[in-house]
Nanobody
Framework: QIQLVQSGGGSVQPGGSLRLSCAAS????????LGWFRQFEGKEREDVAA?????KTWYTATGRFTISKEHANNTWYLQMNNLSPEDPALYYC????????????????????WGQGTLGTVSS
């Protein structure tokens, strides 16, 4: 069974940081590409960052966001720094088990599983 479990998130003050986690249980599969997405209220989900199996990273956001992976526990992270009141959204991770990250219609060609979503808010 393929499963992504997210944790982290919460509320920070403007300029603060959050780190989101995405722990993957992939059975016999490996993640060809793991991506992070965000969804603003009333908007479509959009790409934020992705990491391929080769470790190459992809970003749409500015240098404030960093994707990383801890191989020992098959967990990916999204570090978000210098958060602003424009950043609050639902953040999701998703995995493509077959295709490396690239410039498809987004960074992932397929989304074989999604995390449950994590809310990140910024309040002064």
């Amino acid at each position: 069974q393929i499963q992504l479990v997210q944790s982290g998130g919460g509320s920070v003050q403007p300029g603060g940081s959050l780190r989101l986690s995405c722990a993957a249980s992939l059975g016999t599969h490996t993640a060809a590409c793991l991506g992070w997405f965000r969804q603003f209220e009333g908007k479509e989900r959009e790409d934020v960052a992705a990491m391929g199996e080769d470790g190459k990273t992809w970003y749409t956001a500015t240098g404030r966001f960093t994707i990383s992976k801890e191989h020992a526990n098959n967990t990916w992270y999204l570090q978000m720094n210098n958060l602003s009141p424009e950043d609050p959204a639902l953040y999701y991770c998703a995995v493509d088990l077959f295709f490396n990250c690239g410039r498809w219609s987004g960074f992932l060609r397929r989304k074989d599983a999604w995390g449950q979503g994590t809310l990140g808010t910024v309040s002064s």
